[in-house]
């Protein structure tokens, strides 16, 4: 098994904590040790840091939700919910690239699996020069591509795909997470998004109702943690 798991996405809002918080309670639940980093987040609101993305993988890890361990998961955190160029430029200073990716290696080792949420979409901007791709390709982890399947969700799954493939970015599986509205039956998307990448593991989460820890019901994810 490689140390550690990226996983990105479509797009954002798309279901990238909650697929990345189903792996860490799949792995918990295995007794496997489990690391959860969401280095960049934007729209991260310290007064609502118990609802962060950061705070629900951390959750799902098992880790307590301190400020310490948001900082530690999440050093690059912007108060602006839009792109981190944008949101950095706005605080006068850019992110340093090397930094995020010397903080990523530094959390990889032998003994835990590692899952790295992405932000936003696969190209979402992290400075003026490097996007969300660049930083996948430096780092060389396998991907969880993650998408949706509202109306639009399968050019915006196969374009990421695409690019990942482009940049030799492995990809371990795609997962097609149920939009709140879909033209079509969630198998359909996810079978007709199986049939351009046969050689790909597409796997299909249905909505799961509005509950506390919505990651405890989802199953079916286990494939993705095996080499
Ligand atoms: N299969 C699903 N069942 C129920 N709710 C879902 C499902 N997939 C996504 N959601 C919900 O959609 C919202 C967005 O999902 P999530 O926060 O996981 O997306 P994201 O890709 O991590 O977004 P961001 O780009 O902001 O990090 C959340 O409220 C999440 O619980
Ligand atoms: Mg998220």
Not at 35 to 51: H, M, Y
Not at 56 to 67: E, F, I, N, S, Y
Request: charged letters at 20%; hydrophobic letters at 50%.
């Amino acid at each position: 098994m490689s140390q550690g798991l990226f996983i990105t996405g479509a797009g954002t809002e798309v279901g990238k904590t909650l697929i990345a918080c189903a792996l860490a309670h799949h792995l918990r639940t295995a007794k496997r040790p489990v690391k959860v980093l969401k280095p960049i987040i934007s729209g991260f609101d310290p007064d609502l840091a118990e609802t962060s993305d950061t705070a629900l993988l951390l959750r799902a890890a098992g880790v307590k939700v301190t400020k310490a361990a948001i900082a530690e998961a999440s050093p690059w955190r912007y108060a602006e919910p839009i792109s981190p160029n944008m949101a950095a430029a706005r605080t006068g200073t850019p992110i340093d690239m090397d930094a995020v990716m010397n903080h990523c290696r530094a959390a990889l080792s032998d003994d835990a699996l590692t899952l790295i949420e992405g932000v936003g979409g696969v190209m979402a901007p992290l400075t003026d020069e490097a996007t969300v791709l660049d930083w996948m390709a430096a780092l060389g982890l396998p991907a969880v591509v993650v998408g949706g399947s509202y109306l639009g969700a399968m050019s915006h799954t196969l374009t990421a795909v695409s690019v990942l493939i482009e940049r030799a970015v492995p990809i371990r599986a795609v997962v097609v997470s149920e939009s709140r509205d879909q033209p079509v039956p969630l198998a359909e998307t996810a079978s007709t998004i199986a049939g351009f990448m046969p050689h790909l593991p597409v796997i299909a989460v249905p909505r799961i109702a509005p509950i506390e820890r919505p990651w405890e019901a989802i199953d079916g994810l286990g494939e993705l943690l095996e080499d």
